[in-house]
């Protein structure tokens, strides 16, 4: 991936030199024209093409904020109840992910999603133990938490 931006890149300045034109917009024309080329010979390169990448990671940027958003709203409905009646429990999930990279990521987004806490991940790296504040059912938390941040950040990973 990394080679495809350089390379991106590159184009578009050997663009500009060609035109003789050194303002933002033709860095942004030949810029268009590298990604043109990049696509066209995307079948030559080791990796997918970037853009594809970007996209799945601007996808679980928005994911993460949707689940900050409704995790922060859930929270708040909790404290300003008159009567505590959370159920705080602990479980397991079970994941897909192998690259510790990907693990780390999901880990800390349940972390920093408010009311989650990843407690512990097993020693072979497929269980990551969570603790929840408001629990009510855990094959939902499992399903939710596998449907959106593992999913994405798979399609990270690709």
């Known amino acids: 991936m990394a080679f495809q931006i350089l390379l991106n890149f590159f184009l578009a300045f ?3 030199f060609l035109k003789v034109s050194y303002d ?3 860095f942004l024309v030949g810029y268009f024209f590298g990604l043109l080329i990049i696509f066209a010979f995307r079948r030559f390169f080791d990796s997918r093409f970037y853009l594809l990448r970007v996209a799945a990671v601007l996808n679980l940027l928005l994911i993460f904020m949707r689940e900050l958003i ?5 929270i708040l409905k909790v404290i300003l109840k008159p009567k505590l009646d959370i159920r705080p429990g602990i479980f397991a999930l079970e994941t897909e992910l192998t ?5 780390t990521v999901l880990s800390g987004l349940i972390t920093l999603t408010p009311g989650t806490l990843v407690i512990d991940v097993s020693d072979d790296n497929r269980i ?3 603790h929840a ?14 449907n959106s941040f593992e999913k994405a950040i798979m399609e990270v990973s690709k």
Request: proline share 3%; aromatic share 10%.
């Open 14 to 16: 050997v663009w500009m």
């Open 133 to 146: 504040m408001d629990i009510g059912d855990v094959h939902e938390s499992v399903s939710s938490i596998k």
């Open 70 to 74: 409704l995790s922060n709203i859930a």
């Open 24 to 26: 933002p917009v033709t």
């Open 99 to 103: 690259e510790d990279w990907e693990i």
């Open 128 to 130: 990551l133990y969570i």
